[in-house]
């Protein structure tokens, strides 16, 4: 069992920086593959970063790279979102999601594969 608490939202103006957060108990956190999603209103929760359980690689969306960067410090059993040039249409919920079946080749990035989430994170970027 994994629980996982995200933290670091806020509101900040287009441009701005946000750290997200995601702190996980247990001592198996370093067995899982990490993602972060995110889900505006009206619309379906979608794939952003993914790290592997070494930290050694990751994988970004097109939207997101060169924007945002995904890390993870297992001595604090803590994965990271970093946020630069925020932009309005990055506005939703922020979410942390633990992978158990990843081959930490290939990331998944499919909802339902992933096995514990966080209760979110808000973001809000005004123009």
């Known amino acids: 069992q994994v629980q996982l608490v995200e933290s670091g939202g806020g509101l900040v103006q287009a441009g701005d920086s946000l750290r997200l957060s995601c702190a996980a108990s247990g001592r198996t956190f370093r067995r899982y593959a990490m993602g972060w999603f995110r889900q505006a209103p009206g619309k379906e929760r979608e794939f952003v970063a993914a790290?592997?359980?070494?930290?050694?690689?990751?994988l970004l969306i097109d939207s997101v790279k060169g924007r945002f960067t995904i890390s993870r410090d297992s001595a604090k059993n803590t994965v990271y979102l970093q946020m630069n040039s925020l932009k309005p249409e990055d506005t939703a919920v922020y979410y942390c999601?633990?992978?158990?079946?990843?081959?930490?080749?290939?990331?998944?990035?499919?909802?339902?594969?992933?096995?514990?989430w966080g209760q979110g994170t808000q973001v809000t970027v005004s123009s």
């Open positions: 790290i592997n359980c070494s930290g050694s690689s990751t």
């Open positions: 999601a633990a992978d158990s079946g990843s081959s930490g080749v290939v990331f998944r990035q499919r909802v339902d594969l992933y096995d514990y």
